[in-house]
Nanobody, 115 residues
Framework: QVQLVESGGGLVQAGGSLRLSCAASGSIFSIGTMGWYRQAPGKQRELVATITSGGSTNYVDSLKGRFTISRDNAKNTVYLQMNSLKPEDTAVYYC?????????WGKGTLVTVSS
């Protein structure tokens, strides 16, 4: 089992920045790709960005240039730096980790961007 705990969410004004963290614990050996997803009120969960264990990244096109995913394998932590935040970025942000054939999810951290 892998446990994921997100942190760093909160209330921020439009144009501001936040840095989310996701710490993995438990059976962390062989964790592969990790990523961030988000779910806005009334909408389906959507991909934000992913990063492989080797550091290759993938972003949803609409967020490229504003969001940056990074990973510290020594700390078993993945980060999401979010800049120039917009009210439409308001959502619960979830961390995901893929290990062997299983996907693991954190409980999410709420990001609210006020206009």
């Amino acid at each position: 089992q892998v446990q994921l705990v997100e942190s760093g969410g909160g209330l921020v004004q439009a144009g501001g920045s936040l840095r989310l963290s996701c710490a993995a614990s438990g059976s962390i050996f062989s964790i592969g790709t990790m990523g961030w997803y988000r779910q806005a009120p009334g909408k389906q969960r959507e991909l934000v960005a992913t990063i492989t264990s080797g550091g290759s990244t993938n972003y949803v096109d609409s967020l490229k240039g504003r969001f940056t995913i990074s990973r510290d394998n020594a700390k078993n932590t993945v980060y999401l730096q979010m800049n120039s935040l917009k009210p439409e970025d308001t959502a619960v942000y979830y961390c995901n980790a893929h290990r062997r054939v299983m996907d693991y999810w954190g409980k999410g951290t709420l990001v609210t961007v006020s206009s």
